[in-house]
Structure formats: structure tokens, C-alpha cells
């Protein structure tokens, strides 16, 4: 069976600065995908970044990108030039990709606290 | 689009009571998911559905039942409500095709779920 494992409860960044959140997974796959999600204290799920682990290309939208190690299975993310509106709880997520796996597995989540 | 939509947002249950939490999407998905996301925890899949009529058992589905009549709704119901199954739910709902650069999960906002 998948798993995802986030190893730090709780990060905190100075507001500007640059944060890494580590992601590690588990899996005998070859074809799967990998989701960073940010849940505010409003608690909505919202899609931060996707990758896809067919692409060698690390996945970037705007202030975050990924650093994907595929042979280590490893998926963590970059969030540059922090901002207050970051703070949030963020999970790692699995989808195997698999044709009729319609299942994602969550980590514990990261909680990141950005300090003015 | 209003998205996935969630009712109720809060509720107090006495054990041994039961209930229907409502999710509604308006994206003609056809993947639906309930989720449960405890205190200082990720997301534990309880059911999903991959189109009106078909549903399928996630990682905890004890105590809990979920129907699928149509593609906007997927109601999940409480049997004998538990203090254990005290927690958030969320419903999801994804595109049809999955695999591509836009298939992910929409969330909505969450039920937040007290059986004393």
C-alpha cells in the first residue's frame, strides 16, 4: 500500500523569505501523481501544485515550485517570498495513476507560520 | 459555478443518533469523495464514487453509508452516531478524466461533526 509521510509538524518563515515543506512517499508505482494542498483556518482544500511523476520537470506555479526526487521518492515544496496569507496548514497527497484508482492518500499535513 | 457545496456546516449529534451530511457540485464530475480529517490529522477517504449508481468503500467506511442518484449529489449518512466518528467532513468531487494536467480534487468547505 501507498503512504505519504510529512516529517514536520510545524514550520515557521519570516515573512519574504523562503521555506521548504518535505514530502516523502512510498509506493511500487511508476505512474502516479503527487498534489501539494494548503487548507487556511477557513479550512477549505485548495490546490497549491501538481506534478506528475512521468515529467522530470519540477512543477512550478508562481511563488511555489517542487523539488521532485522521483528515485528517492521525495516531493517537497518551495514557497519563496513568503507572505502572511501563506500561513496555513499544507498536506502531501498520492494518486496512483493507475486506470480505475481513483484514490488519493493524504499526510498528517505541515503547519507553517509566517512571522512579520 | 458555486462548486462543491456542503451542508451542514456544523453539528451536534447525541450518540446513537443519526444523520445525512449533503454535498452538491455543480461541475458535472463524475468522482465524488467524502473525507474525515480529525484533530491535527490528513484526510481519511471513507467513500467514493465514480458516477451516479457506483459507489465504492475508502480506507474507514464503518458506520457510514453513501448513496449516489445522481451526478451533482453524493449524501453521506451516520448510522448510530459514535464520539469516535466526532471529526470534519469533507466532500470532493474530480473531472471525469483522469490523468490529465487539470484532474484534481475540488473541495468544498467542510461539516464539522460533534457526537457527545
Known amino acids: 500500500a501507498q503512504t505519504v509521510t510529512q516529517s514536520q509538524p510545524e514550520m515557521s518563515v519570516q515573512e519574504a523569505e523562503t521555506v521548504t515543506l518535505s514530502c516523502t512517499y512510498d509506493?511500487?508505482?511508476?505512474?502516479?501523481?503527487l498534489f501539494w494542498y494548503k487548507q487556511p483556518p477557513s479550512r477549505q482544500m485548495i490546490l497549491v501544485i501538481r506534478?506528475?511523476?512521468?515529467?522530470?520537470q519540477n512543477a512550478t506555479e508562481n511563488r511555489f515550485s517542487v523539488n521532485f526526487q522521483k528515485a528517492a521518492k521525495s516531493f517537497s515544496l518551495k514557497i519563496s517570498d513568503s507572505q502572511l496569507g501563506d500561513a496555513a496548514m499544507y498536506f502531501c497527497?498520492?494518486?496512483?495513476?493507475?486506470?480505475?484508482?481513483?484514490?488519493?492518500?493524504f499526510g498528517t499535513g505541515t503547519r507553517l507560520k509566517v512571522l512579520a | 459555478n458555486a462548486g462543491v457545496t456542503q451542508t451542514p456546516k456544523f453539528r451536534i449529534l447525541k450518540i446513537g443518533q443519526s444523520m445525512t451530511l449533503q454535498c452538491t457540485q455543480d461541475?458535472?464530475?463524475?468522482?465524488m469523495y467524502w473525507y474525515r480529517q480529525d484533530p491535527g490529522m490528513g484526510l481519511k477517504l471513507i467513500y467514493y464514487?465514480?458516477?451516479?449508481?457506483?459507489?465504492d468503500k475508502g480506507e474507514v467506511p464503518n458506520g457510514y453509508n453513501v448513496s449516489r442518484s445522481t451526478t451533482e449529489d453524493f449524501p453521506l449518512r451516520l448510522e448510530l452516531a459514535a464520539p469516535s466518528q466526532t471529526s470534519v467532513y469533507f466532500c470532493?468531487?474530480?473531472?471525469?478524466?483522469?490523468?490529465?494536467?487539470?484532474?484534481?480534487?475540488?473541495f468544498g468547505p467542510g461539516t464539522r461533526l460533534l457526537v457527545l
Open positions: 506534478q506528475e511523476a512521468y515529467k522530470q
Open positions: 470532493a468531487s474530480s473531472p471525469a478524466f483522469a490523468g490529465t494536467r487539470k484532474e484534481t480534487q475540488y
Open positions: 509506493t511500487s508505482e511508476s505512474d502516479y501523481y
Open positions: 464514487s465514480v458516477g451516479a449508481g457506483i459507489t
Open positions: 461541475m458535472n464530475h463524475n468522482y
Open positions: 497527497a498520492y494518486r496512483s495513476g493507475t486506470s480505475g484508482t481513483y484514490k488519493y492518500i
